[in-house]
């Protein structure tokens, strides 16, 4: 993360855009596998949990606020984008993001908003 700022000093940023990966997509999935084959299998076992809701959600709200915490520290905050669906949030998390949703962009119905 530090490293994309760095080079925010040789040419500003308009917006940052961030967003968290699908744990539906096969991203992932493509991911763990390639650590696996690769030998990482401890890495491999993290990034399969993600995959399970309540793990991709506690993973989402980390994310969030480490990317908060970086954008405050070297940069702007008001400059990020974090493109959120908040459906597949477990209730904990998404109060935890709405005490902080500086830079949250939330996306799809508002209904799940009002679950907390």
């Not at 940023?13 to 401890?42: C, D, M, W």
């Amino acid at each position: 993360m530090i490293g994309v700022f760095l080079l925010w000093r040789q040419r500003p940023f308009e917006e940052i855009f961030a967003e968290a990966v699908n744990p539906r997509g096969r991203g992932l999935i493509l991911t763990q596998q390639a650590l696996k084959s690769a030998g990482f299998h401890y890495e491999a076992a993290h990034i399969e949990s993600v995959r399970c809701r309540e793990n991709w959600s506690w993973y989402v709200a980390r994310l969030i606020k480490n990317i908060q915490q970086s954008v405050r520290k070297l940069y702007d905050i008001r400059k990020l984008r974090f493109l959120l669906y908040p459906g597949r949030l477990e209730k904990q998390d998404l109060a935890r993001i709405k005490e902080d949703d500086a830079g949250v962009i939330w996306l799809g119905s508002k209904i799940s908003l009002l679950k907390v």
